[in-house]
């Protein structure tokens, strides 16, 4: 799999699976990719019913271009029949100087995909891929027996943040600073610029 792959559980209505994201730092994603990596993520993760697609160096037109002709439709139908899972396309929009994660939903449907209303994306699926991102690059260090970190204020603990090993690659500090500016509010037009690229 070229993304990388975050996960966290979602509910939808009586049904429990997984939201997976996957993150390129690809200067030019193609729609093979992109189909390869669905189904290499539908075998690892079966239960699967949202997947969301982050490439924030990619256009968006250019990454609904790539979605469209990926032929990923063919490899979601089966998955997704059952469930009613969905795959999304995450990009920023600011609206009222206030930046949102904005998720654009499709739905396989007569074989298409078809794209649907789009929507803020909620706070626990941000923070549920935030911790899977910490956790699978060893953010939190656990002292061994006998030893403790020493705080600036003084105090001891067995645990320490370690965020620099959080951000060694470019996905995960392109992840980091998408994440980050969700929810902000700006009035920088480096922010402005840096949204609609």
């Not at 490439?55 to 990923?72: I, N, Y």
């Not at 626990?124 to 600036?152: C, E, Q, T, W, Y």
């Not at 090993?165 to 500090?173: C, M, N, W």
Request: hydrophobic share 40%; glycine share 8%; proline share 3%.
């Amino acid at each position: 799999m070229r993304a990388h792959h975050y996960s966290t559980s979602v509910h939808d209505g009586g049904y429990q699976g997984e939201a997976s994201l996957l993150v390129y730092d690809e200067p030019a994603l193609s729609g093979t990719m992109l189909s390869e990596d669905v189904r290499d993520l539908f075998d690892a993760c079966p239960s699967t019913s949202r997947i969301y697609i982050l490439a924030p160096f990619q256009t968006k037109d250019a990454l609904f271009r790539c979605l469209l002709e990926s032929g990923v439709h063919a490899r979601i139908r089966r998955y997704f029949d059952d469930v009613g899972g969905r795959i999304y396309l995450l990009w920023l929009r600011s609206t009222g100087g206030t930046v949102d994660a904005v998720a654009t939903p499709f739905f396989v449907k007569d074989g298409k995909l078809e794209e649907q209303p789009e929507e803020v994306l909620h706070a626990h699926l941000r923070n549920g891929f935030l911790f899977d991102l910490f956790h699978a690059h060893a953010g939190r260090v656990d002292a061994p027996i006998g030893v403790h970190f020493s705080k600036a204020s003084g105090k001891h603990t067995r645990k320490f943040l370690r965020t620099s090993d959080v951000v060694l690659s470019s996905e995960s500090a392109a992840t980091l600073a998408f994440f980050s500016l969700a929810g902000s509010k700006h009035s920088d037009i480096s922010i402005a610029a840096c949204i609609n690229v």
